[in-house]
């Protein structure tokens, strides 16, 4: 298995603008975790799945941000419109059973 | 916040020197997980511990949970410039799911 892959790895967007972050997880796996990470709040967890359902979005942090899990290999996270204030590097992670988490390798998001 | 806070914030020791981070947390977990990351890249999982458990090892790496006290250690002994990375602790609690909730992390770099 190639991983969790997340695309795209850079994106520069201008405020104002709908950002649209993919996620594929570890083919199997039943979790599927999206994470934000800053210097300032460290890694905030969002959202996570759990068989493609939404468990707990508490970690959203405003209705301008959305994810979907249509199906077991895919997820997307949203965020209409953006702002400077979004940008960070989101990762996803998904795991088998809730254990260990295997993570992507991020998208680093600029809003200008 | 249920979220798990490490102590140090930072570490600096010399090469060959013992490591030792810290973790405590607030609430009832099923397991307690560290993670690796190196600068720009995602984390990667290095050991779990269930709740049920109170001493695991792995290579260099030895983990104790203390579950009285709410607190987590990871030693990395023996330490090389190779370890240099921030360290991450995650606990993972039933509410709906599995959920999953990382510290602020620890700061480790190892000096030659």
């Known amino acids: 298995d190639a991983g969790v892959i997340q695309s795209p790895r850079h994106e520069v967007t201008e405020m104002g603008q709908e950002v649209t972050l993919r996620c594929k997880p570890i083919s199997g796996h039943d979790y599927l975790f999206w994470y934000r990470q800053t210097m300032m709040r460290g890694l905030e967890l969002l959202i996570y799945f759990n068989n493609n359902v939404p468990i707990d979005d508490s970690g959203m942090p405003e209705d301008r941000f959305s994810a979907k899990m249509p199906n077991a290999s895919f997820s997307t996270l949203k965020i209409q419109p953006s702002e400077p204030r979004d940008s960070a590097v989101y990762f996803c992670a998904s795991s088998l059973g809730g254990e260990s988490a295997f993570f992507g390798q991020g998208t680093r998001l600029t809003v200008v | 916040s249920q979220q798990g806070e490490e102590d140090p914030q930072a570490l600096s020791i010399q090469e060959g020197e013992n490591a030792t981070m810290n973790c405590s947390y607030k609430t009832s977990i099923n397991n307690l997980q560290w993670y690796r990351q190196n600068s720009g890249r995602g984390l990667v999982h290095l050991i779990l511990i269930r709740s049920n458990e109170r001493e695991k090892h792995s290579g260099r790496l030895r983990v104790t949970l203390d579950t009285s006290k709410k ?36 700061r480790l770099t190892i000096n030659p």
Do not use: E, P
């Open chain 2, 71 to 106: 607190s987590s250690s990871l030693l990395i002994t023996a330490s090389r410039a190779a370890d240099t990375a921030s360290y991450f602790c995650a606990t993972s609690f039933v509410q709906g799911a599995q959920k999953l909730v990382f510290g602020q992390g620890t």
